[in-house]
């Protein structure tokens, strides 16, 4: 194996622990409610682009509406989405947070914040600059 084969291989394995700390909390809390990840990323998208439609929401995720569905029913049934229809199309539902959706949501992506600015304070301006750089990277579909 190669010296950069071996750095790259370290790069994945940090990106895999470093995922599993940050969601760490979070799943444990979904679990005691019968949830999982993917239902907390529904709390993340809709508090952050309210009155979204469906298919934005699928956009803004980048899934399918198959993926999407049964979780998405699962929080509406549970009281933590709301859907109501457009105002001009009937045919669009549009998705936002309950009162309980907020919560949870918040309690959720809460604990994640703190340990993003705790190791952007740890680590500096400049880390955290290229951090983001890299991610941006990583979301684009770029083929090398």
């Known amino acids: 194996m190669s010296k950069r084969e071996q750095e790259l291989n370290q790069a994945l394995e940090a990106m895999h622990f470093g995922f599993r700390a940050m969601t760490q909390q979070p ?30 929401l699928l956009g803004i995720m980048r899934v399918s509406k198959q993926y999407l569905h049964q ?44 340990r ?7 680590s500096g301006a400049r880390a955290e600059k290229h951090w983001r750089e890299v991610m941006a990277l990583l979301s684009e579909n770029i083929e090398f």
Not at 85 to 103: E, P, S, V, W, Y
Not at 116 to 122: C, D, E, L, T
């Open 27 to 56: 799943d444990q809390r979904l679990a005691e409610l019968g949830l999982a990840r993917i239902h907390h990323r529904l709390l993340y998208f809709i508090g952050r682009n309210a009155d979204c439609s469906i298919n934005e």
């Open 71 to 114: 979780p998405l029913k699962k929080m509406i049934e549970g009281g933590y989405i709301a859907q109501k229809t457009d105002a001009t199309d009937r045919r669009i539902k549009r998705l936002q947070l309950t009162t309980k959706g907020k919560k949870l949501e918040f309690e959720l992506t809460e604990v994640q914040r703190r």
């Open 116 to 122: 993003f600015a705790g190791i952007f304070k740890k």
